[in-house]
């Protein structure tokens, strides 16, 4: 930033109660029921959705769906970042308001720039480099790079290119948009949230747990959780490459023969949702990611991407510390 021109927590472990915990013949039956029993929240609502859409996905085979390459371009390809621009050019370069309206925002000491609230309108920036806040809410900064959101289904291999002829990731982006890694490699058998994208940067920060950005999944699994379980779960529980203790484990609802939890870590050691559970004595029925950092699947149907938003980009930018 320069000067303007002249003229210019400690841990949740909720725990399971009596009614939670439901081994009647009177309790939920079938997935369905189990679902309703589970939307108490907007949260879970959203969350629990993710089964119903992966099980009708799975029955209907759908095709990929068809994407407008050039709606994306559009969107997400910005202009070569320059330095030393105007702070009301950025903020409405962005999409944040109009030109006039940007200034009034400054003048209302709305906009933080490098964590200073900035009042002086002509204020020059580089959009590239430089911190910049409206309402608190971090402006991403201009880069030449494509992020976008798939809900992957169940049986896709989370590759770009597979040489046993499986399903890869490859079949439900946009056409023509060159290589994406993909961050958060999920197993061939479990559905939900993977961000795809050519920043390299990015995608390494979200990937490595030093920046611990949490994922957050939707668990079915064999038998009933009770608190027992809960608490040697949020205890901790040594598997054979080392202690694994989630950052939260709620109990969602629970039957004689099944059980549905929200499960929260930062790990991202290889079928760790599913080794936890094994440990535990309750094997995974179904598994689906429904949140990475600040990103949330919410009702994107099985097998279809989108761009993130620009809310959602700054937030993710600010989760990765970058």
Known sequence: MTEPDQGSGEMDWPQASDEQITNSESGPSTWSELAAVAADTSSTNDDQAVFDRSEAAAAADDESPAHDDQAVRDQFETAPAETAIRLQKVLAAAGVASRRASEELIADGRVEVNGQVVTVLGTRVNPATDHIRVDGSRLPPQRHHLYFVLNKPRGVVSTLSDPQGRPTLAEYLPPRVGRLFHVGRLDTDTSGL?????????????????????????????????????????????????????????????????????VTLHSGRNRVVRRLFEAVGHPVRKLARVRIGPIRLGHLPVGQTRPLTRLELGELFDAAQL
């Open 194 to 262: 993977i961000v795809l994208t050519n920043d390299g940067d990015l995608a390494q920060r979200l990937s490595h747990p030093q920046y611990e950005v949490s994922k957050t999944y939707m668990v079915e699994v064999d038998g009933a959780v009770d608190r027992a379980t809960l608490q040697r779960l949020s205890q901790g529980v040594r598997l054979e490459d080392g202690l694994m203790k989630p950052d939260q484990v709620k109990l969602i609802d629970s039957t004689g023969q099944k059980s549905l939890l929200k």
